[in-house]
DNA sequence: ACAAATTTTTAGATTTGCCTAAAATTTAAT
DNA sequence: ATTAAATTTTAGGCAAATCTAAAAATTTGT
């Protein structure tokens, strides 16, 4: 029951990193896919697999894949709460910027107190969604996604706010920086060029011109819904 | 020169362990000290000697103790610069009490980032003291150690602010707490028991009798000095 | 359906940090 | 100054987490 304070740090590295795959997919999640994500071999995958198993975390049958037990569910959205409200620490209070909290919070996110994570939501007041607009669990692991659309896919027109990113790279959002896209700003759909699938955007009253690329990986909340 | 960066958990406690047996006595550190302050075993006390001799932190011959060398002095500096920043902020920000912060801190002050420590630094508006009175290095190792003495060496009638601890256990901090005591009170001594060397002093205005053990882990400010 | 390709697991090593037990060295005592 | 006691180191092992190489199982392609 309370094993969740016995894991190691690798231990809680495979449980979050089953879990973000598990999301994505429907599907039991492979041997390989993980592997490839936490940059080590498939070997020392099956290796901790079994041990994880032993421990009720992960239900695992030989060659078939794995997927999180709801214990395992529940440490995963633990250390995903711990992450993301140390993001939003780190931005709100430390001044980072959205690119720099990553890093930071892999190793924060392993601190084990439990009073701790819950005075710093406090601190935070009780935010809802980290600095690149994922949902933060509260502390029985629930959480709502928001309702939200990738602007690639949103027809001409609309009219929303940007409350995401799927990429959440370095990379990727220091280009947002540069652009000026942040999360917040206003954005209309004006034009998609079919030949390439780039946007036609207005973006907080200035025009711009976004890449398909750049475009699928930014959420806007749109306010034409019910 | 950057290998600070490249410690290990482990070795991170062997020398903050090492720097604090080695403040005490003028002496080089025995390895059965350390052994003992850090619930392990010599034999494996020699072993993390030696690699971190290779690693040029500490001066090593065999049988002969240990001791830091000053790349050691420096990183152990910066060990405890992180843990008492951390415990500055889990009492201001957190609301934590001071018998519950070192725990936490003793996880915190293994997160490796320069730009994390130092804003959170200025976010506490780069306090000079931790929550038991010890001083915080600053960002290049330096602190100054204040004036203090003992609250059992001092001569009847000193007046003074009590501005730390020496034992900073829960279990004495508690007590403290329970009678009342904390970093900012004013103190008189009013008189000492020669049979037991307790005190009677007279504390923000109360009178209170403390034993000698409680008196010889009480540091005061006393404004007679120059 | 069956061979080929891919994925996954096993077997055997390695490294880190710890252990126990025994040997080496230093310190204390008579 | 020797012996006894304490301290420290060495030797050999163990568990966790990783790796490489090889074997086993599954999936794919025709």
Redesign the interface.
């Known amino acids: 029951m309370h094993k969740l304070y016995l894991m190691t740090r690798s231990e809680e590295n495979y449980i979050k990193t089953i879990f973000h795959l598990g999301r994505k997919g429907t599907q039991e999640v492979a041997t390989n896919a993980i592997a490839e994500l936490m940059e080590t071999k498939p070997s020392s995958v099956t290796d901790m697999i079994k041990k994880l198993s032993e421990k009720n975390l992960v239900n695992y049958k030989r060659y078939q894949g794995v997927s999180l037990t709801s214990l395992g569910t529940k440490t995963a959205l633990g250390i995903i709460r711990k992450h993301r409200l140390w993001e939003v620490f ?1 931005v709100e ?4 910027s959205w690119d ?1 909290v990553h ?2 919070a892999e ?2 996110e392993h ?3 439990d ?2 994570i819950d ?2 939501d406090r ?1 935070l007041a009780f935010p809802k969604f980290d600095p690149h607009g994922d949902p933060i669990p509260d502390k029985n692991g629930g959480f709502k996604e928001r309702d939200r659309d990738l602007l690639s896919e949103v027809p001409i027109n609309t009219v929303g706010v940007c409350v995401g990113v799927k990429d959440s790279s370095a990379t990727f959002l220091k280009f947002l920086d540069k652009n000026g896209i942040a999360l917040g700003n206003q954005i209309r759909v004006k034009e998609r060029e079919e030949f390439d699938g780039s946007l036609n955007i207005e973006i907080d009253g200035r025009n711009l011109q976004i890449s398909h690329v750049i475009a699928a990986n930014l959420y806007i909340k749109t306010n034409d819904e019910i």
């Open positions: 780190l209070k430390l001044d980072f720099e890093e930071v190793q924060l601190i084990k107190s009073k701790l005075s710093l601190l």
